[in-house]
Structures are given as C-alpha cells and as structure tokens.
C-alpha cells in the first residue's frame, strides 16, 4: 500500500469549548493537488492551522509521510517538507521584494537562489524588487508568499484561499504556477472559494462541513453531486 503525503484521521480540534472540527478523516497522496471547498466556518482553515502545528488538536492522528506528526512543533513540521500559506498575504508590508526573499534565505537556502527562482516563476516580482511589499497588489503579494513555497522545496504544501480578494485573472495566473509546482512532485492541499478553479486544478476534492468532511472525489463526480454544499448550504 502506498503510504499518501498526509493522513488526516478522525480528527477533533476546539476553540474554547466550542467543538470545530468533528472528526475529519482526509488523505493527499503523493504528488496530488487536493481542494478543500465548503462553506464559511466550514472548519477548513482549523484543519489547515491543525496540520501545521497553529493550533492544538483535541484528538485524533496526523500523519506526514507516515510520520506521526501530531505533536511536532512547526521546526520539526518544516524539516519534514510542509510549508503552509496561511490565510491573508504572508509578507512583511515594510520590506521590499527583495529583501521578503533575502529573509526567506534564513531558512537555509542561499539568498541568490531565492531570488532567481521566485524572479522566474514570477517575472513581475523583478521589476517591483525595490517596491515595499505592502503597497504590491493583492496578486503581486500572493506571488510573493508563494516564492516562499518555492524555496523551501517542500513534500507537502497547504494554500489557505490564494484566491481572497483577488481579480479572476490574477486567480488563473496563480494556479498555473500551482499547477506546474504540482508537476514537480510536491504535494498540495488547498482550500479555494471559488469552487470552478478548484475543480479545474485539483485531482481530488474533499466536501467540508460542519466541522467534517462530508464527501470526497474526482472533480467530476463531485461537481454533479455536492453543488449545494460547496455554494454554501448549512455550515
Ligand atoms: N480563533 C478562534 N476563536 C474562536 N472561534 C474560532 C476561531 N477561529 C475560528 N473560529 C470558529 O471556528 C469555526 C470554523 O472556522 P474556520 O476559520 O476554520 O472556517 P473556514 O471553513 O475556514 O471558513 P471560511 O471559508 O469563512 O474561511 C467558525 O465558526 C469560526 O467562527
Ligand atoms: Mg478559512
């Protein structure tokens, strides 16, 4: 049996007392790309803070490459390949580009190579390397955050909403890059609001409901089936 990239099981997380997550069973195989949809307060970006060490689960396994990682602090997380793009932008507002990714460098990749690979994935990111980060566009600072991703070469990569606030364009522009880090072997979970760009990318789509994942499957099969959940039926 091959071992998936992640192994989420019968997982229970909280805030208070108030139960989130209900028991979420969820796998991404290796080298898959993985949607997460579901409506508002659905519990996916607990899940997301879950995996990457935020937020303490109440019960329940994690596994990372069939390691038992539900105790692992984010350093031991980032050892094993994961790599997380939280929810909001993910750059320091008052550096410039460059110096975003000169930071980025400390985790143990040389500064150059930061900065020629995120330059030519995103060759926009060039021309604005002297532009503090905070006044780029939505889209701009989004390809920032993933530069990051990149550099990091990591096994598994989680993507909270790529898409907030961005123009339908720009959404496209960045799934292709998505789509060709997918091709390179990695691993990616991601929850999207807009359902049509996840089915169009990922392999998989997991349903997530009140605190559960209500179904999962191919695009196809989930697109027939669960349009009223995944447009926002009953959290
Ligand atoms: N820090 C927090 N403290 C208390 N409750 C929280 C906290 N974060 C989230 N919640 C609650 O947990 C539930 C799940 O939130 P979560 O952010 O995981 O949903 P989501 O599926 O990501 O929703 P959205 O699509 O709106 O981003 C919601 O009811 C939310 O109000
Ligand atoms: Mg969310």
């Known amino acids: 049996m091959v071992v998936p990239m992640l ?13 989130v997550l209900r028991g979420v069973d969820l796998a991404v195989p290796k080298g898959a790309v993985v949607a997460l949809l579901g409506p508002n307060g659905a519990g996916k970006s607990t899940l997301i803070k879950c995996i990457s060490g935020l937020h303490t689960p109440t019960s329940g396994d994690l596994h990372l490459a069939g390691v038992h990682v539900q105790d692992a602090g984010a350093d031991e997380l980032a050892r094993l390949g994961l790599c997380t793009i939280p929810e909001g932008r993910a750059v320091f507002p008052n550096l410039t580009v460059e110096e975003n990714l ?4 400390y985790a143990g990749v040389a500064a150059d190579a930061v900065i020629d690979v995120a330059f030519s994935y995103f060759p ?12 780029l566009s939505g889209g701009e600072q989004q390809m920032l955050a993933m530069s990051r991703a990149l550099a ?4 598994l990569l989680l993507l909270d909403e790529l898409s907030m606030g961005l123009a339908p364009l720009i ?28 089915l169009r990318v990922a392999d998989y789509v997991a ?20 349009v009223d959940v995944i447009l926002g039926g009953a959290a």
């Open 124 to 135: 926009r990111l060039r021309e604005r390397r002297s532009q503090l980060a905070g006044t």
């Open 102 to 105: 000169r930071l980025i460098s």
């Open 152 to 155: 990091s070469d990591p096994a």
């Open 207 to 226: 349903v997530m409901s009140g605190g559960r994942v209500v179904a999962t499957g191919e695009p196809a099969e989930i697109r027939d089936s669960m």
């Open 171 to 198: 959404v496209d522009e960045l799934y292709e890059t998505v789509a060709g880090i997918a091709a390179s072997g990695v691993s990616i979970l991601c929850i999207e609001q807009f359902a049509d760009t996840a």
């Open 7 to 19: 192994e989420v099981v019968g997982l229970h997380a909280a805030y208070g007392r108030i139960e």
